[in-house]
């Protein structure tokens, strides 16, 4: 198995512009989350899904995000309109279970 | 709301000097205890999981010991390639969310 892919791995835009980030979870695996990861603030859950169902939004940070999981093999977290302080590495885990998480690499988002 | 606490932010150690993480916490009712690794760039590897107090697991040069209220990792004659930094997160019962500690980064030096 290829692990949890996400993309792309780095992405630069401006303030204002739409990002859309990607993730295809392992294949199996019925529970999706995406992280943020900042030096001051560590990993944050955004939101999980199960089975394809939003379960828990409550860490999105604001109505300028929105995450879909239209099927079970892929997910997108988008940003509209983002902003400076939404630069941060995201990461989309899968889990078969409640339990372990499996990463993607992550995707390093700039906002200038 | 789930706590995690993890110290020390930071270790260096010699190759051969065994030493250990702690990853102290506060959580409603323990579900379950994680441990991670992170290289630099790369999303977080899973370790263990840990469910009960008093349960050990051990990976090569590592181990996780988990009590009421604190984990440790244990690191024995750790290796250059076991620099990363290692994170803890509780779960709670009922709650599908990882709460994440900060980490400790740690380094071993040749």
């Known amino acids: 198995d290829a692990g949890v892919i996400q993309s792309p791995r780095h992405e630069v835009t401006e303030m204002g512009q739409e990002v859309t980030l990607r993730c295809k979870p392992i294949s199996g695996h019925n529970s999706l989350f995406w992280y943020r990861q900042t030096m001051m603030r560590g990993l944050e859950l955004l939101i999980y899904?199960?089975?394809?169902?939003?379960?828990?939004d409550s860490g999105m940070p604001e109505d300028r995000f929105s995450a879909k999981m239209p099927n079970a093999s892929f997910s997108t977290l988008k940003i509209q309109p983002s902003e400076p302080r939404d630069s941060a590495v995201y990461f989309c885990?899968?889990?078969?279970?409640?339990?372990?998480?499996?990463f993607g690499s992550g995707t390093q988002l700039s906002v200038l | 709301e789930d706590q995690v606490t993890q110290s020390p932010e930071a270790l260096r150690l010699q190759e051969g000097e065994s030493s250990s993480l702690n990853c102290s916490y506060t959580?409603?009712?323990?579900?379950?205890l994680f441990w991670y690794r992170q290289d630099p760039g790369k999303g977080p590897e899973f370790l263990f999981t840990?469910?009960?107090a008093g349960e050990e697991k051990e990976k090569e040069r590592l181990k996780a010991t988990l009590t009421k209220k604190e984990s440790f990792l244990h690191i024995t004659a750790p290796k250059p390639e076991d620099s990363a930094t290692y994170l803890c997160a509780v779960q709670s019962f009922g709650n599908e969310k990882l709460t994440f500690g900060t980490g400790t980064r740690l380094t071993i030096i040749p």
């Open positions: 899904f199960n089975n394809n169902v939003p379960i828990d």
């Open positions: 840990l469910y009960s």
């Open positions: 885990a899968s889990s078969p279970s409640g339990d372990s998480r499996f």
């Open positions: 959580v409603s009712g323990l579900r379950g």
